[in-house]
């Protein structure tokens, strides 16, 4: 049963570049999270992806963005890169319609911004 | 806006017990309690959830107290890889989207 996987592990941007994350959900799976974690902070939530449509949305600017495919798997772009924008990205999948629906974590992308 | 107050660390020797308290006095009918750890660098583990009921599983045993304010993850035999920060989390039960709040966790250093 595959987990959840992320690529890449590790990526280094300068300011005001553009990044592509990409995730793959767990076997089953249909909706999937992205969360940010700054060095020492909890994971914070960015947006949610079902359907191939954002459902919900934290407390992130505009800069912000993403995308699901037909099969599920989704990439969260992020431009115009600031330093404030180095950090983990948590990539989390679950089932709609389950009650409960458990959110299971991807290994996470550092992305670090010089 | 986290709703849960946990301690920022705690220690418990190896093959002991570990018992992780969890505030949530604002706790809602409709909310679950969930747990998750995190090991440095990785990504959130899924460790438990549970309602009103105690919950048990191959990981850990949740006990919630009967007025559901609060809660323990109990790790019955505490290993050296066990050593992580615990996330205690409220939210709702539906099936509408809902995100995780994280709040600062707990960090358990598990010792030789």
């Known amino acids: 049963d595959a987990g959840v996987t992320q690529s890449p592990t590790h990526l280094i941007k300068t300011r005001g570049q553009q990044v592509t994350l990409r995730c793959s959900p767990k076997?089953?799976?249909?909706?999937v999270s992205w969360y940010q974690q700054a060095l020492g902070q909890g994971p914070q939530f960015i947006f949610q992806?079902?359907?191939?449509?954002?459902?919900q949305r934290g407390n992130f600017p505009d800069r912000f963005s993403g995308h699901q495919f037909p099969n599920y798997s989704s990439e969260l772009n992020v431009n115009a890169l600031l330093l404030g924008d180095s950090a983990l990205y948590l990539c989390a999948s679950s089932l709609a319609g389950t009650v409960g629906d458990t959110q299971y974590f991807g290994p996470g992308t550092r992305l670090t911004v010089l | 806006d986290a709703k849960t107050t946990q301690p920022p660390s705690m220690d418990c020797a190896e093959g002991r017990a570990a018992n992780l308290p969890c505030n949530h006095s604002?706790?809602?009918?409709?909310?679950?309690v969930y747990w998750y750890r995190q090991i440095h660098s990785q990504g959130p583990q899924y460790i438990i959830h549970?309602?009103?009921n105690n919950e048990t599983n191959e990981m850990a045993s949740l006990i919630i107290t009967e007025d559901r304010k609060s809660s323990t993850l109990i790790l019955p035999h505490a290993t050296l890889r066990d050593t992580a920060v615990y996330y205690c989390?409220?939210?709702?039960?539906?099936?509408?989207?809902?995100?995780?709040?994280f709040g600062t966790g707990t960090r358990l250093l598990v010792s030789p």
């Open positions: 604002t706790i809602s009918g409709n909310e679950y």
């Open positions: 076997s089953g799976h249909d909706t």
């Open positions: 989390i409220v939210r709702l039960s539906n099936t509408g989207f809902q995100k995780l709040v």
């Open positions: 549970g309602l009103k």
């Open positions: 992806y079902y359907e191939e449509e954002e459902r």
